[in-house]
């Protein structure tokens, strides 16, 4: 059974640090792609990053480039999203989802077939 289980989510002030983790498994990791998501109240869910299966390729939104950065451990299973310079327009819920076979890195939601649960993230000013 595939899941993708994400945690480390929590309340942090404006300009500090979190890091998400995404813990997966039931699937060949070294396969598939991972993306991170985020949904924030009457908001549709947003592409935040996406990482290659090979680690080698990583992909970031706009609005999150230069103070967000992704990882992959593969010994692990793990994929990581460390978050920097928060601000209150980070808050949202944030997802780690796989990529469907035989799709790559995006941020198109159908090219993804399975989902976390989330987990809250909330920046305060």
């Known amino acids: 059974e595939v899941q993708l289980v994400e945690s480390g989510g929590g309340l942090v002030q404006a300009g500090g640090s979190l890091r998400l983790s995404c813990a997966a498994s039931?699937?060949?990791?070294?396969?598939?792609?991972i993306g991170w998501f985020r949904q924030a109240p009457g908001k549709e869910r947003e592409g935040v990053s996406c990482?290659?299966?090979?680690?080698?390729?990583?992909y970031y939104g706009d609005s999150v480039k230069g103070r967000f950065t992704i990882s992959s451990d593969k010994a692990k299973n793990m994929v990581y999203l460390q978050m920097n310079s928060l601000k209150p327009e980070d808050t949202a819920v944030y997802y780690c989802?796989?990529?469907?076979?035989?799709?790559?890195?995006?941020?198109?939601?159908?090219?993804?077939?399975?989902w976390g649960q989330g987990t809250q993230v909330t920046v305060s000013s």
């Open positions: 990482i290659s299966n090979s680690g080698g390729i990583t």
């Open positions: 039931g699937f060949t990791f070294d396969d598939y792609n």
């Open positions: 989802a796989k990529t469907a076979k035989y799709y790559g890195c995006s941020f198109y939601r159908s090219r993804y077939d399975y």
